[in-house]
């Protein structure tokens, strides 16, 4: 059974008609049973380090961190300086520092002396112009090397050329590598076999490149591998640390995708219809400045009280949709949407309305959704 189906109006608010649209809404009690889910699939809270693209809100990871979460990563300056103004002490900016960002990520470092700050490197290039300003600042960082394990996006191969950077890290004197990344979210295939079977394939060469370099260097070395396909997988190795996000909220693009994990939908949108220019179309005010479009027209969103309806066009600000002929919508309808991609989504606003028992109970500002905060 899909659990987000067990009841069937669990989404609906009691007073709707006080909240403009859009508008993003959590439910809270959701996000803390999948925050709850994901520690018992990991085994224990040590083991988990989340990434907060999803959530960009400091309420959002202090629910994680009150459930013993004690690590996370984050891709921005921003979002990691959110985490270290909510008090976690272990933070990976999971992104390699290039230019004025290196800058940026040194003075961080010195306005929280009490965080253990790391980050990504995948060229030696980068390196080095980060271990000339952690010399310069008289600092010594921590650094992971990013690995490419087919995501081409990112990230050195495994095997002679990572070995390679990382012998050329432990030479410098600014940067200590204390590890390895692994980002392998291209992997997708519905079915959980071959997934893992691939997850697997992509994990054994950095598995017998971390063993050499531990022997050779007499160190231990970290991984963190895995985002919300694959780290189920990763979970069951030891000595590797798992960094899903989207766990957290959860939406339709992985809940259709990855058929295996029952997270629940703990964010949504709140629209109303607008117009009716057809007597078969109605618009809502959902448009892709309030929902991730990069997906193709009919892989954006999910109408949970209105399955019937198919998108026609999308526009800044309206969504127009085809219903049938004879339909009973009307203005001011109110619709619940689940998006394909929640992370870019909650992007778009500034705050997530927190719902408990089908009414609004607080709103979380979106802190880390800009790329700067306060510097």
Known sequence: MNRNNMHDNWFELNHPEKIDSPALLVYLDRAKKNIEKVIQEVGTADRLRPHIKTNKSAEACQLMMDAGIKAFKGATIAEIELLATVGAKDILMAYQPVGPKIDRFLTLIDRFPEVKFQCLIDHVDAAKALNEKALEAGQTIGVYIDLNAGTNRTGIAPGAAAEELFEALVAMKGIQAVGFHLYDGHLRDPNLKI??????????????????????????????????????????????????????????????????????YAALLLCRVVSLPTSNYICVDLGYKSIASENPLDNRVKFLNASDLEPVSHSEEHLVLEAKEGHTYKIGDVLYAVPIHICPTVASYQEALVIQDGEQVASWKTLARDRRITF
């Open 195 to 264: 997934r893992e079977e691939a997850c697997d394939a992509g994990f054994a060469p950095i598995a017998q490149m971390r063993e050499k370099l531990e022997k050779k260097h007499q160190v231990t070395l970290d991984v963190i591998a895995g985002g919300s396909t694959t780290f189920p997988f990763h979970s069951k190795r030891e000595r590797v640390t798992c960094a899903p996000g989207t766990f957290i909220y959860w939406d339709e693009g992985y809940a259709s995708g990855l058929p295996e994990q029952s997270y629940l």
